[in-house]
């Protein structure tokens, strides 16, 4: 059975950092690309970075460059969102998403699978 966890999300303050991960089970995250997306209470999905079949890192939030950066340890099949210089407006409910073909977008209707997400709340 195809499962993904996310964790690591928690209160932290503006200017802080948290990592989050993604722990696959049930299928292993090589040849599939994975992405982060977050959604804020009363707003839609949206998505942060995403990493391709090849490795590369896509960034789909400008406010996020320079200050997310996705990473992944294949031994754990578990992918990471490193989230540097926190703020107010980085509030919501983070998840990750797993495409099976390995072709990153920004769209969610594309993804196969979904964990339930990790809740990010920044204090100003």
């Known amino acids: 059975e195809v499962h993904l966890v996310e964790s690591g999300g928690g209160l932290v303050q503006a200017g802080g950092s948290l990592t989050l991960s993604c722990t696959a089970s049930?299928?292993?995250?090589?040849?599939?690309?994975i992405a982060w997306f977050r959604q804020a209470s009363g707003k839609e999905r949206e998505g942060v970075l995403c990493y391709t079949r090849s490795r590369l890192s896509i960034d789909y939030e400008d406010s996020a460059k320079g200050r997310f950066t996705i990473s992944i340890d294949n031994a754990k099949n578990t992918v990471y969102l490193r989230t540097n210089n926190l703020k107010p407006e980085d509030t919501a409910v983070y998840y990750c998403g797993v495409q099976a073909e390995g072709v990153c977008t920004g769209g969610t209707h594309r993804y196969n699978y979904w964990g339930k997400g990790t809740q990010v709340t920044v204090s100003s």
């Open positions: 049930g299928f292993t995250l090589d040849e599939t690309a």
